[in-house]
């Protein structure tokens, strides 16, 4: 008999062969609550050593009082040791002096040596961070990128591309661009949890005929976007 997929809301979502608990690996709309993080269902980090507070392993510099946000998608895979260096993080780099003398006067407000807050961190759905990759502040990450092991991402980088490197660039993209684009039109990640799991397979597969037809088969026929295109 096959199990249920875990809830959204499962701390730890792996039950091991032999009944205990995996927790290594989290569903992080379980175990993060804070005012600047936006966590889309299913995605979830690992750790080889897991953290009492995941929302500060894996950005650090995210204050409750920073301005800048990070958005996840949903499905995201973040492996261990990957860091989100968001915008409250940076120095301001743009006089003489990097230096942050406010940090240790503590007078804050209109303090000459603090930059001006950043763009949020915004990562898509279904995108698989590699083990201590370092994503930088304001960084644009489109729906189904790879991010290899430890490559540091900046700036925008459109959907499903393999990115690697420091500085990042991009390996090679995933897909033709027609399929990239008829993937963002289908946006499995959005179906009810039954259906994706029902269709695993033509999620997981490269056969984009079947993965139109189980998005027909959720409409019912009547989503033009579901109808394979001729």
Same mark, same amino acid.
């Given at each position: 008999?096959?199990?249920?997929?875990?809830? &959204?809301?499962?701390r730890?979502p792996i039950?091991?062969?032999?009944?205990t608990?995996h927790?290594?690996?989290?569903?992080?709309?379980?175990?993060?609550?804070?005012p600047?993080?936006?966590? /889309?269902?299913?995605?979830?980090? $690992?750790?080889e050593?897991?953290?009492e507070?995941?929302? *500060?392993?894996?950005? &650090?510099?995210?204050?409750?009082?920073?301005r800048?946000?990070l958005?996840?998608?949903?499905?995201?895979?973040?492996?261990?040791?990957v860091?989100?260096?968001?915008a409250?993080?940076?120095?301001?780099?743009?006089?003489? $002096?990097?230096?942050?003398? %406010?940090?240790?006067?503590?007078?804050?407000?209109?303090?000459?040596s603090?930059?001006g &807050?950043?763009?949020?961190?915004?990562i /898509?759905?279904d995108?698989?961070?590699?083990?201590?990759?370092?994503?930088?502040?304001?960084?644009?990450?489109?729906?189904g990128?790879i991010?290899?092991?430890?490559?540091?991402?900046? +700036?925008?980088?459109a959907?499903?591309?393999v990115v690697? +490197?420091?500085?990042a660039r991009?390996?090679r993209?995933r897909?033709?661009?027609?399929t990239?684009a008829?993937?963002?039109?289908l946006?499995?990640w959005?179906?009810?949890?039954?259906?994706?799991?029902? *269709?695993?397979?033509?999620?997981? /597969?490269?056969?984009?005929? %079947?993965?139109e037809?189980?998005?027909?088969a959720? $409409?019912? /026929?009547?989503d033009?976007?579901?109808? &394979?295109?001729?």
């Open positions: 008999m096959t199990s249920a997929f875990p809830a &959204p809301d499962t730890y039950t091991l062969a032999d009944g608990l927790r290594d690996t989290v569903f992080l709309r379980a175990v993060i609550d804070h600047r993080w936006q966590i /889309g269902a299913y995605t979830y980090a $690992s750790s050593a897991p953290p507070d995941w929302a *500060h392993a894996l950005a &650090p510099y995210l204050y409750e009082f920073s800048d946000r958005i996840l998608g949903k499905f995201c895979q973040i492996a261990d040791s860091l989100f260096i968001t409250s993080a940076n120095h301001r780099y743009d006089g003489f $002096s990097s230096f942050p003398f %406010a940090i240790f006067h503590r007078r804050f407000e209109d303090a000459p603090l930059p &807050p950043g763009r949020d961190i915004v /898509g759905n995108v698989w961070i590699g083990q201590g990759a370092r994503i930088l502040p304001c960084a644009r990450i489109g729906d990128v991010i290899g092991a430890g490559a540091v991402v900046g +700036g925008t980088v959907p499903y591309q690697i +490197g420091n500085p991009v390996l993209p897909f033709a661009p027609e990239v008829r993937l963002l039109e946006r499995w959005d179906w009810p949890i039954a259906h994706v799991v029902a *269709h695993e397979a033509a999620i997981c /597969g490269g056969d984009l005929a %079947a993965l037809a189980a998005a027909s959720l $409409s019912g /026929g009547t033009p976007r579901a109808r &394979p295109r001729r």
